[in-house]
């Protein structure tokens, strides 16, 4: 059994990829181009963003967005301790301070009652914050609405890293389309995910996604004019011929995968009193990049070893909070700061998820959970 079965997608597309990719290497014309703009028009479309610009990968995204809005040394970014590294990541490489906030037990999302205490703390210490990253976590939005209203009245920049949550939705909204700014990530395991690393921005101002295209190719304006400090962050054509032809399916994936997990769910019912799935809201549709649940009483890694005895594969994601994490140990954070956090990093489990999983592979998943948690 494969955690994420991507040859299982590739075998459903195979002969129109085929065609894109050696369309592509006949075309010779690798980096930018017509491809990726028809890729760019189909996801401002698909998102209802006004614009969207193809960058290198998620990280660059991130690490985009906060260089065209200006922030750098001296500046203050929220965001959540219990996600990849390269969210905080791209804070600290601009010389920006991470500060991180507790999450929501249900939903592992940004717990927008401790920021809004976080921010007035901040406040009063004479540090206030200039940007939030909330992150949509598994394919979950988090409360965008309230979020987007506290940073409102803080006057902080919002956006959104929605690396693994492209096709969910927030009360009918489109995720990227939440805020001045989204972002996802095309790598290979996310719910739209090319063959290499790819992502892309999204906002529906014009001058900012200007912006955006400028920075992407190290400041350039015009050829040998560079107006900015950029990066060699570019999207190439080969990944978006793959992304294009997946995105005709991508709807039909999205509702496969939110059928799996309702399937889930149903199976899982019975062991209520061990597993916790993450809580959906019912405002929101969760693309379900994971499916995540939460195993009590210290038993989180002795079920994922039976369930590899078994050949079943699972992912911790995360083992350990960002704000634990050595290379952010300067920050000055310890053992206890953010509970909620430190605890669900030693209870979530991620089960194989993916669009062509089978109801018989998720049989087996929970029964092997039954008996791992059993013995």
Known sequence: ???????????????????SVCRIMESCRFILGEEVSLLEQELSVFTGAKYAVGVGSGTDGLLISLLANGIGPGHVVITTPFTFIATAEVISLLGARPVFVDIDPETFNLDVSKLSETLEGLQRRGTPANCVIPVSL???????????????????????????????????????NLCKVGVTSFFPSKPLGCF??????????????EKFKALRVHGQTAR??????????????????????????????????????????????????????QYIPGHCE????????????????????????????????????LHLQKAFARLGYSQGD??????????????PMHAFIKESEQDQVVSAIRDAIKN
């Open 224 to 277: 040998y004019e560079h107006e900015f400090i950029g990066i060699n962050g570019r999207l190439d054509a080969l990944q978006a011929a793959v992304l294009r032809v997946k995105l005709k399916y991508f709807s039909k994936e999205i509702s496969s995968r939110q059928g799996a997990a309702a399937y889930y769910s149903k199976l899982l019912e019975p062991l209520r009193e061990e597993i916790i799935p």
């Open 138 to 176: 598994y394919g979950l939005c988090p409360e965008m609405d309230a979020i987007n209203a506290v940073a409102q009245s803080h006057g902080l920049l919002v956006i959104e890293d929605a690396c693994q949550s492209l096709g969910s939705l927030y009360k009918e909204q489109s995720s990227c």
């Open 338 to 351: 953010l509970p909620v956090a430190e605890k669900a990093s030693r209870e979530v489990l991620s089960l």
């Open 286 to 321: 969760s693309v379900f990049a994971q499916y995540t649940i939460r195993i009590k009483n210290g038993k989180r890694d002795k079920v994922a070893e039976f369930l590899k005895a078994r050949g079943i594969p699972t992912a911790i994601h995360y083992p350990m909070p």
């Open 196 to 209: 290499g690393d790819g992502g892309m921005i999204f906002t529906s101002e014009q001058s900012l996604a």
């Open 1 to 19: 059994m494969e955690f994420i079965d991507l040859g299982r997608q590739y075998r459903a597309y195979r002969q129109e990829i085929d065609r």
